[in-house]
């Protein structure tokens, strides 16, 4: 086995990726889509297990946009039952790794088989100390700050008053509070566009994009990217220290 590279020095603490490219994969081989799904599902072990190694706190990856419905019915159900299969044989490498399994989006949208997928999944891997993986699915970000807009109204009226709302009071609301910035997003496929992706999430993030299709996504791509994360000077809107 090749020996692993050393870990970067400057790691960004969450990064985010918009999985895209399975399919074109798969068409320019002259393979079936679904055969691009099924690499892809192998790349995010890859992936995941590499962020983990070098310290990456927490991964959330794009695995189904909440617009992806509009796709044939019987891609969608393949998407589906890999998820399942993914998320039954992954348990084993999540222990293995100390990573513990989150899911944000319209989650209950999803089918209970799915849903029980994702819950097993989620408590067996509840103390994992290493990285957070969370996968998007059902996902949507203008989808989420409604939700969150929702469920803060919500909240008003139980309390019969609309409590303050700063910025770090609202996204207490987002689906996973803790993950509210993204460092570093990362996208396959050649687009340079967000898709509806942690919108509220990204809004200082780093953009890095590549070509690549997805299942042609490689350790040392992920480590490039982290690379050119670490020679940026974030700002957040100050000036440059001198
Ligand atoms: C990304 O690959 C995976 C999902 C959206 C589920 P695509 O399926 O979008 O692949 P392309 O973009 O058509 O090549
Ligand atoms: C984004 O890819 C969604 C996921 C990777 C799950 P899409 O293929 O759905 O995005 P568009 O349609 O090219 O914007
Ligand atoms: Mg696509």
């Given amino acids: 086995m090749p020996a692993l590279p050393a870990a ?8 985010a990726i918009i999985m895209d490219g399975n399919g074109r994969w798969a068409e320019q081989k002259g393979l079936p889509r679904h055969k691009g799904h099924e690499a892809g599902a192998r790349m995010v072990r890859t992936i995941t297990e590499e962020c983990a190694r070098i310290g990456v706190q927490r991964l959330t990856l794009y695995a189904f946009s909440a617009e992806n419905w509009k ?18 044989g992954e348990r084993p490498s999540l ?36 990285m957070t993986m969370t996968l998007a ?30 910025e770090d ?20 496929g050649g687009d340079h566009r967000v898709s509806n992706f942690l919108l509220w999430e990204i809004s200082y993030a780093e953009l890095w994009f590549t070509k690549d299709y997805w299942p042609d996504f490689s350790v040392a791509t992920l480590h490039a990217a982290i690379d050119d994360f670490a020679r ?9 220290e001198r």
């Fill in 8 to 15: 970067p020095a400057h790691v960004p603490r969450h990064i």
């Fill in 232 to 240: 940026r000077e974030r700002r957040f809107g100050g000036l440059a």
């Fill in 95 to 130: 222990m293995k790794n100390g990573i513990r399994f989150a899911a944000i989006g319209r989650l209950h949208e999803l089918s209970p088989e799915v849903l029980a997928e994702l819950e097993k999944t989620k408590a067996v891997t509840r103390e994992n100390p290493k």
């Fill in 169 to 188: 009071e609202f996204a207490r609301y987002l689906y996973d509070p803790a993950a509210a910035e993204v460092d570093l997003l990362i996208r396959t």
């Fill in 137 to 166: 699915l059902n996902y949507g970000g203008r989808g989420e700050i409604v939700d969150a807009a929702r469920a803060f109204a919500g909240d008003a009226l139980r309390r019969g008053k609309v409590p303050e709302l700063t």
């Fill in 71 to 88: 796709r044939p019915k019987r891609e969608i159900d393949f998407l589906m039952k890999l998820l399942k299969r993914y998320l039954a």
